[in-house]
């Protein structure tokens, strides 16, 4: 039988994180009764070190799920170590290819000790900045789009004739933006559409000069997945289907 005093534990230590924790998050229990919810987010955990060897030998009796505005998500479970105290995981995205995952490392969950907001500062410093990179990276892959560098914008041709950059630094983001780009949350990329190939071909010039004149080159992504030549007046030709693109292997799920 479960412990009650251990459901409302669980409970009470995931709100106070979700208070704690950057940015705003809420936090769901979900209990024993919650037997396919329990499994799917299992399935869900993106960890192949601590974690993920507590769940092969203690599968999840409830837990608790901590969600971002964004969608980002963390789980957190309890410890069989005989320490108090949990474990706190990432969550992959639900809505992912296998594929997206290729080539990204698991940002490997935490135990936790019994102050919750100790735990938050742990999360937060700790945690939350390989979930967030890891995020970005099977994101990236999904949507084709190939990572820029911070002295570099890359323009990656889409299926749909747009145009789509994940930029480095606020630098990068402000420029796109002023030239008709338009933030893609929460994935962070930045897309052009390509209905008016004129209008599209003339916001990629002035792209260009505008990155050049902060020190950054632009380079367009082909449909071969070659990168052009850095060009400071990027010229934009039909568009064409991109091709999945990433390699490696895919996200295992403990």
Same mark, same amino acid.
């Given at each position: 039988?479960?412990?009650?005093?251990?459901?409302?534990?669980?409970?009470?230590?995931?709100?106070?994180?979700?208070?704690e924790?950057?940015?705003?998050?809420? %936090?769901?229990? #979900?209990?024993? /009764?919650?037997?396919?919810?329990l499994?799917?987010?299992?399935?869900?955990?993106?960890?192949?070190?601590? $974690?993920?060897? %507590?769940l092969?030998? #203690?599968?999840?009796?409830?837990?608790?799920?901590?969600?971002?505005?964004?969608?980002? =998500?963390?789980?957190?479970?309890?410890?069989?170590? /005989?320490?108090?105290?949990?474990? $706190?995981?990432?969550l992959?995205?639900?809505?992912?290819?296998?594929?997206?995952?290729?080539?990204?490392?698991?940002?490997? /969950? !935490?135990?936790?000790?019994?102050d919750?907001?100790?735990?938050?500062?742990? !999360?937060?410093?700790?945690?939350?900045?390989?979930?967030?990179?890891?995020?970005?990276?099977?994101?990236?892959?999904?949507?084709?789009?190939?990572?820029?560098?911070?002295?570099?914008?890359?323009?990656?041709? =889409?299926?749909?004739? /747009?145009?789509?950059?994940?930029?480095?630094? &606020?630098?990068?983001?402000? $420029?796109?933006?002023?030239?008709?780009?338009?933030?893609?949350?929460?994935?962070? !990329?930045y897309?052009?559409?390509?209905?008016?190939?004129?209008?599209?071909?003339?916001?990629?010039?002035?792209?260009?000069?505008?990155l &050049?004149? =902060?020190g !950054?080159?632009?380079?367009? =992504? #082909?449909? %071969?997945?070659?990168?052009?030549?850095?060009?400071?007046?990027?010229?934009?030709?039909p568009?064409?289907? $991109?091709p999945?693109a990433?390699?490696?292997?895919?996200?295992? %799920?403990?």
């Amino acid at each position: 039988m479960h412990d009650h005093e251990e459901s409302e534990r669980l409970a009470s230590y995931a709100d106070v994180l979700a208070g704690e924790l950057p940015g705003t998050w809420t %936090s769901t229990y #979900h209990p024993p /009764g919650h037997i396919d919810d329990l499994h799917e987010l299992t399935s869900r955990v993106w960890d192949m070190d601590l $974690v993920a060897e %507590s769940l092969a030998l #203690h599968p999840l009796q409830h837990a608790a799920v901590l969600t971002r505005r964004d969608g980002a =998500q963390l789980v957190v479970v309890d410890r069989h170590d /005989g320490r108090e105290g949990l474990l $706190v995981s990432a969550l992959a995205p639900r809505s992912l290819p296998d594929e997206a995952y290729r080539g990204v490392g698991e940002p490997n /969950g !935490i135990a936790l000790g019994d102050d919750p907001f100790v735990s938050a500062q742990q !999360i937060a410093s700790g945690l939350l900045p390989r979930y967030d990179t890891a995020l970005a990276r099977v994101r990236l892959h999904a949507a084709g789009v190939r990572p820029s560098q911070p002295d570099r914008v890359v323009l990656t041709w =889409q299926p749909d004739g /747009g145009l789509a950059a994940s930029p480095v630094g &606020k630098v990068a983001a402000a $420029v796109l933006a002023a030239n008709g780009f338009v933030e893609d949350q929460p994935d962070g !990329i930045y897309r052009l559409s390509g209905d008016d190939t004129f209008a599209q071909a003339r916001a990629v010039r002035e792209t260009g000069q505008a990155l &050049k004149a =902060q020190g !950054i080159d632009t380079a367009l =992504q #082909h449909p %071969s997945g070659r990168i052009a030549p850095t060009s400071t007046h990027p010229t934009v030709a039909p568009a064409t289907p $991109v091709p999945a693109a990433p390699t490696a292997s895919a996200r295992r %799920s403990p």
